[in-house]
RNA sequence: CGGGAAGUAGCUCAGUCUGGUAGAGUACUCGGCUGGGGGCCGAGCGGUCGCAGGUUCAAAUCCUGUCUUCCCGACCA
């Protein structure tokens, strides 16, 4: 992409609405424009971040045998009159009446459809387990929306729902999730802690929040310090197998949030006791029959007699990631993007446009890379070099080809790390095997 | 929903206390000089001062109402 010719409006002030880094950062960097409280449009660079992550969490999901769907926003009021949850839910649903005077209301979660659909459709146990999920708008009038896109009241959400016979299918649909998760936020470039969550009316220990530490976390937590090391990158994972091993070992250290925080416990861990603040960006849930019963959901089991089967919902929020990863990831001069999410791979910065040969040398390598398929912003704009110096690390491109007078006369260009901040004189060819390395 | 703050040029803000021709920086346009970390000089463009009432000879400024946005708290299946 030719930055000359790309819209990307970022700001040298931050607007006086944005207080948290990532909310500034993704005003300033021209990835958002807010549209009323709590709700934005997606500009380019923003949209491109937003596409990558969902198609990160597209993969995960796929990979374990979760298929995508894509249900409505608009949902009719009798769906959660049958689950009873259109009197339970409150002024955060956003409710209206269509032309025909159907109360009718703008989906802040999706169990009703979906259970629905599956009650609709599949009578026999023998089609089971199930796993479907959808990347959706969702809305939550939520009273006081903050944080920019991290709290708003329109987002982007994943949400999954299992479709088990037993307790034990559930157990293991859940397990799976859980171990997706895990995959998930590390592909992401974030350390994501599973914390067991309050169950409600429900019981059990089926449900976990996942976060990731943030300096500018919503919510203090507490974990064992061996969360900080664990990891499954470069692990296959058998998604068929028994997954229990590992979901025990994510879950057999201490790790709490705000609520469920237990201080014997944590004055027992001493030294490895490890307090920090989190952004929660995923919740999965068992629910067993909460919402099967009520909706008939139930399938013929091998003794031909019905039985409601066992659901779970697991959410990641998708748009809220996109400000999660900027909180956990920057610094003074702008975003310091995950490989896996940065909206190009590469910058080429020319120091000087209208220099034949400054020009003629960016040119080359802009269609190189192209060539080589690497996702790269030329920045062939007339502007000074400090300028395209502050976007670059402004919008976070993970590395950077500078071509200046200099370089070019000996025949090198200046590879820059945004991370590291690491700037080497190198060949073309050097730069474009460690780019791609 | 309780408490607090702010709405003036695209953006950041001054001016409001003490009423009297609408300001600065930046951005943008044009010209010139520049050219490795958000340049310099000059000339321009750009504002129903959130909105509605009221007081006054006169309101960005005082009064009343209202809308919007932000912050703290409560809330966040």
């Known amino acids: 992409m030719r930055l000359s010719q790309y819209f990307l409006p970022t700001l040298k ?4 609405e944005a207080q948290i880094a990532s909310h500034r950062l993704m005003l300033r960097a021209g990835m958002v424009r807010q549209s009323s409280a709590g709700i934005y449009s997606w500009l380019p660079l923003g949209l491109r971040v937003l596409k990558k992550i969902e198609m990160v969490v597209r993969e995960e999901q796929n990979a374990i045998g979760c298929h995508e769907v894509l249900m409505p926003t608009i949902q009719p009021a009798d769906l959660w009159r049958k689950s009873g949850r259109y009197d339970d839910y409150g002024p955060e649903m956003l409710r209206f009446v269509d032309r025909h005077e159907r109360d009718m209301l703008y989906g802040p979660t999706n169990e009703e459809q979906i259970t629905e659909i599956f009650a609709e459709a599949v009578r026999s146990y023998r089609e089971l387990p199930q796993m479907l999920y959808h990347i959706q708008w969702k809305f939550r009038d939520e009273v006081r929306p903050r944080f920019g896109v991290m709290r708003g ?11 088990d016979l037993d307790g034990a299918g559930a157990r293991r649909s859940y397990n799976k999730m859980f171990v997706s998760y895990l995959k998930t936020y590390e592909r992401l470039g974030l350390k994501a802690i599973p914390m067991a969550a309050d ?6 220990d089926m449900s976990h929040e996942f976060l990731i530490l943030a300096d500018t976390g919503e919510s203090e937590i507490a974990c064992h310090r061996d969360f900080l090391e664990m990891s499954l990158i470069n692990q296959s994972i058998d998604f068929d197998g028994d997954l229990q091993p590992i979901v025990d070992r994510f879950t057999g250290k201490y790790a709490a949030t705000d609520e469920m925080r237990n201080l014997e416990t944590e004055k027992a861990l001493g030294e490895d006791l490890v ?3 989190g952004i929660e960006v995923g919740h999965i849930f068992n629910f067993g029959t909460k919402y099967s019963k009520p909706m008939g959901a139930s399938v013929a089991g091998p003794d031909g007699q019905d039985v409601a089967v ?3 919902s697991y959410g990641i929020g998708v748009s809220r990631l996109v400000g999660a990863i900027i909180e956990a990831s920057h610094d003074e001069n702008g975003v310091i993007w995950p490989d896996s999410v940065a909206p190009f791979q590469a910058g080429i910065i020319n120091l000087k446009s209208g220099d034949g040969d400054c020009d003629n040398v960016c040119e080359d390598i802009y269609r190189k890379m192209r060539n080589l398929g690497v996702e790269v912003l030329y920045d062939d704009r007339d502007a000074r070099a400090g300028a395209k110096f502050a976007d670059a ?4 491109l993970p590395w950077q080809i500078i ?3 200099r370089g070019v006369k000996n025949g090198v260009v200046e590879l820059k790390n945004r ?11 050097a730069a474009f095997s460690k780019i791609s390395g």
């Open 153 to 163: 009241r329109e987002f982007l959400m994943k949400d999954a729902y299992s479709f």
């Open 199 to 204: 169950t409600g009316p429900i019981g059990g």
């Open 403 to 405: 071509v200046g007078p």
């Open 310 to 312: 066992e659901m779970g």
């Open 393 to 396: 690390d402004l919008i976070g």
């Open 13 to 16: 002030d931050t607007p006086a």
């Open 275 to 277: 307090t920090a603040r």
């Open 419 to 429: 991370k590291s901040g690491d700037r080497d004189e190198l060949s073309l060819e």
